[in-house]
């Protein structure tokens, strides 16, 4: 129960910080993205803090156990950069760059009544799907041998 309560504070406040920086406003991060127009350099300044904030809370998780409620640390233990690794990448990337959304902003968005938005998640959930599709086939095969 508590991790749940603390779970749903978390997601408000992370919210609340999309909606007051403006990342939840699909104008401001084309502006933002947009080198070669009327560049809006307003979200650099969000992304280094949430990058400041964020290698602080890694250092800390990195040198413990469980969280401070009790949870397993679950985090992810691979360096390598692979292909696939790129190209997600890059496919996020567009999909950014075109709708002005990425899947948090998106949510938030979402729960504003944003018409954007819906169509943002239907296709990012469509996505979602297919990927979990290729994956069940292409571990097909190797389940089949074993």
Do not use: Q, Y
Request: glycine fraction near 14%.
């Amino acid at each position: 129960m508590l991790i749940a309560l603390a779970s749903l504070l978390s997601g408000l406040v992370f919210g609340l910080g999309l909606i007051v920086s403006g990342m939840a406003n699909p104008a401001k991060v084309l502006g933002f993205l947009d080198l070669a127009g009327h560049w809006d350099p307003s979200l650099a300044f969000v992304m280094a803090g949430a990058i400041a904030v964020g290698t602080v809370a890694f250092m800390v998780a990195n040198r413990r156990a469980a969280s401070l409620l009790g949870a397993p640390m679950r985090l992810p233990s691979s360096r390598l950069i692979d292909r696939r690794l790129v190209g997600g990448s890059l496919l996020f990337g567009v999909g950014w760059g075109i709708a002005g959304f990425c899947p948090g902003p998106a949510l938030v968005s979402l729960g504003m009544g944003e018409v954007k938005a819906v169509v943002f998640i239907a296709a990012m959930l469509a996505g979602m799907a297919l990927f979990e599709l290729l994956e069940l086939r292409r571990r097909a095969p190797a389940s089949r041998t074993a």
